[in-house]
């Protein structure tokens, strides 16, 4: 890992079992503060490779370092965004209620319905709610969202943590254009 990496993949292989390697020997470095976009066709290995990064999965061989450790222990560091989300929406849970869950490393408590009240939680989750278009959705409850709506809150509460480093799958799926956000 050069010294200004935040993520760092050397030489990984990695192979779902019965079937062709994924991902064969890759290597890469990301440093800190970079932006970077992984493309390529379906079945390419781009999901894949975010979750090596997260640690969900492990290499087959080489080594996978973010902040140079192991994925899992900088899991807090990190932000997710997924292609699809196979979570309950119908949880009786509001849009802010669901934000302020991505900042569970920031120790909220959950008192009965509520979280926290304290005043930095709640604003760090509005200016994320803010910057994904869904001001005034705060008290609205997450199964009434759309689709989109769903996929931006889920992008908030990723965003809501603070994190060091953002991972997004595919983050504008079921986005209309007109919702598309930066």
């Given at each position: 890992?050069?010294?200004q ?5 050397r ?7 019965g079937?062709e390697?994924?991902?064969e020997?890759a ?6 503060g ?8 379906n ?20 080594e ?8 899992g222990?900088?899991?807090?560091r990190?932000g997710?965004v ?6 309950n929406?119908?949880?009786p849970?509001s849009?802010?209620?669901?934000v302020?869950m ?9 008192l009965g ?6 005043d930095?939680?709640r ?11 869904l001001s ?5 409850p ?5 689709g989109?709506?769903?996929q ?10 603070a ?11 079921n986005?209309?254009p007109?919702g598309?956000?930066?």
């Amino acid at each position: 890992m050069t010294a200004q990496a935040a993520i760092s993949v050397r030489q990984v292989s990695f192979a779902y079992a019965g079937s062709e390697a994924v991902l064969e020997r890759a290597n890469l470095d990301v440093p800190a503060g970079a932006f970077m976009a992984v493309l390529g066709p379906n079945g390419g290995g781009k999901t894949t490779l975010l979750k090596l990064l997260l640690g969900v999965l492990t290499p087959d061989s080489g080594e996978v370092r973010i902040f140079d450790e192991p994925p899992g222990r900088a899991c807090h560091r990190i932000g997710y965004v997924p292609q699809y989300c196979g979570a309950n929406f119908n949880l009786p849970v509001s849009v802010l209620e669901a934000v302020l869950m991505g900042r569970l490393n920031q120790r909220p408590r959950l008192l009965g319905r509520h979280w926290s009240k304290n005043d930095a939680q709640r604003e760090a989750a509005r200016q994320a709610l803010d910057q994904v278009g869904l001001s005034g959705f705060e008290a609205r409850p997450v199964a009434a969202l759309s689709g989109g709506q769903r996929q931006r809150l889920l992008t908030a509460r990723a965003l809501a943590a603070a994190p060091e480093i953002l991972l997004l799958d595919e983050p504008t799926a079921n986005i209309d254009p007109q919702g598309k956000f930066c």
